[in-house]
């Protein structure tokens, strides 16, 4: 028993840093961010009365990764026309409805969705999409998973979005997911 004591105390010492240490990944060049509808369902909690916390229910929020321009032409070049895209870096960007919506004339029952876009110069064909927890648009398969899909048209900008972007704008009948990068902007309209 005696020689085993010091044993069982190097062992220890040897698994000791693991135990306590944490190996964090070095921060990606493409940030997380989230955007919800209404804008400020984040901070419903704050409302002074239970008709504004009510009014600030989330209906649907988007969490995605934000790529930057860096002095590069992004569509037509960085992201061809005729490919898929998963509208953003790194993981798929993903999409949650609260309540049930409207894609077009398509039901989608409240729930998470991934998203993809078919890039072309004049307009783009987005999918909802039940392929979760992937990364990037590499397995994607619309015909497999899809449950809606929009063809929306491109909008080109004057001045230049660096870092992509995705907001919400309020619209007739629900809201429009509105997406932009570089000099081209997007609109998916949404009812509900």
Do not use: C, H
């Not at 040897?14 to 964090?24: C, D, N, R, V, Y």
């Not at 898929?84 to 309540?99: D, H, P, Y």
């Not at 392929?131 to 001045?159: C, M, R």
């Amino acid at each position: 028993m005696k020689n085993f004591a010091p044993l069982l105390l190097i062992m220890l010492m040897g698994i000791a840093p693991s135990l306590t240490a944490q190996e964090f990944p070095d921060a990606d060049k493409s940030s997380m961010d989230m955007s919800y509808y209404p804008q400020r369902a984040a901070f419903r909690n704050f409302a002074k009365t239970p008709e504004e916390k009510l009014a600030g229910e989330p209906i649907m929020r988007v969490i995605y990764s934000r790529p930057q321009k860096k002095d590069r032409v992004v569509f037509g070049e960085l992201i061809k026309y005729g490919e898929m895209w998963r509208i953003g870096a790194n993981e798929s960007t993903e999409i949650t409805f609260m309540r049930d919506v409207m894609i077009g004339d398509q039901p989608v029952r409240a729930g998470r969705y991934t998203i993809y876009a078919m890039v072309n110069e004049k307009e783009w064909t987005v999918y909802f999409s039940l392929d979760l927890d992937g990364w990037g648009q590499y397995v994607f398969k619309p015909e497999e998973s899809s449950v809606a899909e929009i063809t929306v048209p491109t909008t080109v900008v004057k001045n230049t979005i660096e870092t992509m972007g995705i907001v919400f704008e309020e619209a007739e009948d629900g809201a429009n997911m509105v997406i932009g990068w570089d000099n081209t902007v997007v609109r998916v309209p949404i009812k509900f």
